[in-house]
């Protein structure tokens, strides 16, 4: 009888694995890295690419969502190996070191991983001459950065770099930037991300190809949580979704140009003080940052601009929009803001339902160049080659298209500039990111009232009022625009 009491006892003790804990305290426990992709406290509140995919998963399981956020990349795989954690989704790479006890979800990007230097500085033109360089070279400790490094010297043995443990990624770029470190690695996407605020940083060489970029579990002996992972990433993979949330974070990251992003920042300390008023009070409910950065496309925020095609203002209004706004003087940088303003509303208005409310402002910004009809044009030919219309990724490809007699003859409203409307609107989406990266930098505060720091650990819960937020048009369209920001202050080390 005792026997089968300490048998029972011992049954009753028995763990529950990962799904069962998670399901029984309704809490799913993200481990990440406050940054400039995975997670931050936006305007708006929680974004990032890896926090709004596990506010999908946790949705899914009909739980509760808590980001745990660490400053550093050595607690992470601690955090989930003692079960602190259910999931670590950081955007990191998979290496063999990193499958030792733990399992990698299906990949939702790829990088790769490059050697970094500042523009102007001494560029290593291959591995051998970095490796007999006497600049210096750092990375975080414990990252994929220096496992590549390692393997390198192997090759090339008088290569030597400095490991640093209480830092990310991001900051050792800025160092580059700045002139405090010659050399350090990290991956594509980073970079190409920081380059809106940094526009010094260049690539020098590629260390890699392009790399998986995966959530990771704890490899139990039950891995009911771990298949559940990779059901759900091939349903939002095949969805659409994934490629969705990847356009919306870094689809705007492809091109760089270097002059430009420079003028641009000088001009935010230059000119954007001066009008930044004037953005926000008939911003509404937009993010005024998003208002700014459309003026500066248009106009480089001057009032007195006048364009040989007839537009003037700063928010170079032709006179029908500006009547149609109710703009009697276009040269007005008050009148001018207000009517681009409200007639880009009107744009995100006229935008179809079927568009995912987050993306509705590119297509508006795109109708705000070229035309509502030619947009609905490039809409119908992307469905007409089996891409999907709905996807400002798919009809960003098929806008140029418009511009091919082969394509226009069979639109409704004919020949349009459509590569200036993806360039357009891409230019729109950079200098909003720059703008948010450049505030960051500036003034941000680990501390919210959504933020508590305990022993180093950052612990976010996300407030049900957020997670039960109406998807209402107008205010999907703001927090998608916030959403596509660069978090310059705090960064991830992959």
């Not at 481990?31 to 990032?48: H, V, W």
């Not at 380059?195 to 392009?210: C, G, K, S, V, W």
């Not at 109710?326 to 940088?333: A, F, M, S």
């Not at 950079?430 to 009232?449: A, K, L, M, P, V």
Request: with cysteine; net charge neutral; hydrophobic share 35%.
């Amino acid at each position: 009888m005792l026997a089968l009491l300490l048998s029972g006892c011992q049954w009753q003790e028995k763990p529950l694995d990962p799904l069962e804990r998670i399901r029984e305290s309704g809490v799913l426990r993200v481990g990440t890295l406050n940054n400039q992709l995975s997670y931050y406290i936006g305007a708006d509140g929680p974004t990032g690419l890896d926090y709004e995919l596990a506010q999908r998963f946790a949705k899914e399981l009909g739980v509760k969502l808590e980001m745990q956020t660490m400053f550093t990349l050595s607690g992470l795989f601690p955090a989930l190996k003692n079960g602190d954690v259910d999931i670590v989704a950081a955007g990191l790479t998979v290496t063999p070191r990193r499958l030792q006890g733990f399992h990698p979800a299906p990949a939702y990007y790829y990088a790769s991983q490059v050697v970094v230097y500042k523009k102007g500085k001494r560029r290593p033109r291959d591995l051998e001459e970095l490796a007999n360089t006497e600049r210096s070279l750092a990375v975080v400790a414990s990252s994929s950065h220096e496992r590549q490094l390692e393997e390198i010297k192997k090759k090339y043995p008088n290569l030597t770099w400095q490991s640093i443990k209480e830092t990310d990624i991001d900051d050792l770029l800025r160092k580059v930037a700045n002139g405090e470190l010659d050399y350090t690695v990290a991956d594509s996407v980073d970079v190409a991300l920081l380059q809106r605020t940094h526009p010094e940083l260049a690539i020098a060489l590629e260390l890699t190809e392009d790399e998986p970029i995966s959530w990771f579990v704890k490899d139990n002996n039950n891995d009911s949580l771990y298949a559940l992972l990779i059901e759900f990433f091939g349903r939002i993979k095949q969805s659409g979704e994934l490629a969705q949330l990847e356009e919306k974070y870094f689809g705007h990251v492809e091109q760089f140009d270097y002059v430009d992003t420079r003028a641009f920042l000088r001009a935010l300390d230059d000119k954007l003080p001066k009008w930044q008023g004037l953005f926000k009070k008939y911003a509404n409910e937009f993010d005024w940052r998003l208002i700014a950065a459309l003026a500066y496309q248009e106009s480089h925020w001057d009032p007195q601009a006048i364009s040989p095609t007839g537009v003037r203002g700063m928010m170079m209004l032709t006179n029908p929009t500006a009547k149609s706004v109710g703009v009697t003087d276009r040269l007005n940088p008050e009148q001018s803001i207000r009517g681009g303003t409200e007639y880009l509303r009107k744009m995100v208005a006229r935008v179809p339902d079927s568009i995912n409310g987050h993306e509705k402002v590119w297509f508006a910004l795109a109708s705000y160049n070229i035309g509502f009809g030619h947009m609905m044009d490039a809409r119908r030919l992307t469905k007409a080659q089996h891409g999907n219309p709905d996807a400002w990724a798919d009809v960003k490809q098929r806008l140029p298209l418009l511009q091919q007699r082969k394509y226009y003859t069979q639109t409704r409203y004919g020949y349009a500039r459509g590569t200036e409307a993806v360039n357009y609107v891409e230019g729109i989406r950079r200098y909003y990111q720059s703008i948010i990266g450049f505030e960051q930098t500036h003034s941000y505060n680990h501390e919210s009232d959504d933020v508590k720091i305990i022993n180093g650990l950052q612990t976010i819960t996300v407030p049900d009022e957020l997670r039960k937020a109406s998807s209402a048009e107008i205010n999907t369209v703001s927090s998608a625009s916030q959403a596509t920001a660069t978090s310059s202050a705090v960064s991830t080390s992959k």
